[in-house]
């Protein structure tokens, strides 16, 4: 009885750890910008904000009013100059501009290199995120593979366990490979 217990417990926790690559990629590819700049390229940029590091998206307004520009516009007008040096400092491609009140990022076209960069930069995301994913079922079956050593599962319960661990990865990965193709048709696109 506590083995079963044991073992939902781990697959439980081997799922979450499946999911949760998955979400880290998606998350990053977010970041990555396509024919139409994306807000969230500036979610990991932090201003000192009365001696706290604030992401800018606590302390301002971002908006995309063009395909190609963003527009951050800060509550605290005497943060503007601070706003604009994170994003230089950030090195986001671009230049900030401000009129005392609102910022403006305009970003140029981007080029076919730049597009081929950007392709290379999410198929090595994918990549890093399928070894994630791959470590976690090893880390699994390697448990697994204790149990049945200390007799706690049966060859068949083992055999059982090891496709469950196998099919729930390739399903996962395909969502990914999914995600990649995607986000790559979306970069190549003009």
């Excluded at 396509?34 to 908006?63: C, F, S, W």
């Amino acid at each position: 009885m506590q083995n079963e217990e044991q073992i939902e417990e781990l697959l439980l926790d081997y799922s979450e750890q499946l999911e949760k690559a998955l979400n880290h990629m998606l998350d990053e590819f977010q970041i990555i910008r396509a024919g139409r700049v994306n807000p969230h390229i500036l979610d990991k940029v932090m201003v000192e904000y009365y001696g706290v590091m604030t992401p800018i998206n606590q302390m301002a307004n971002i908006q995309v009013p063009e395909a190609r520009m963003i527009t951050v516009s800060v509550w605290d007008v005497s943060q503007v100059k601070n706003v604009t040096k994170a994003i230089s400092m950030a090195d986001l491609g671009v230049n900030p501009t401000d009129d005392g009140k609102l910022i403006r990022l305009v970003f140029p076209a981007l080029t076919e290199d730049r597009r081929r960069e950007l392709v290379k930069q999410v198929k090595r995301l994918l990549e890093d995120t399928k070894i994630v994913m791959r470590n976690a079922r090893r880390d699994i079956l390697e448990q697994f593979k204790a149990f049945k050593k200390d007799a706690k599962v049966s060859e068949d319960e083992y055999a059982g366990l090891e496709k469950d661990v196998q099919d729930e990865l390739d399903s996962i990965i395909a969502k990914a490979d999914n995600a990649e193709q995607d986000k790559e048709k979306q970069i190549m696109e003009i």
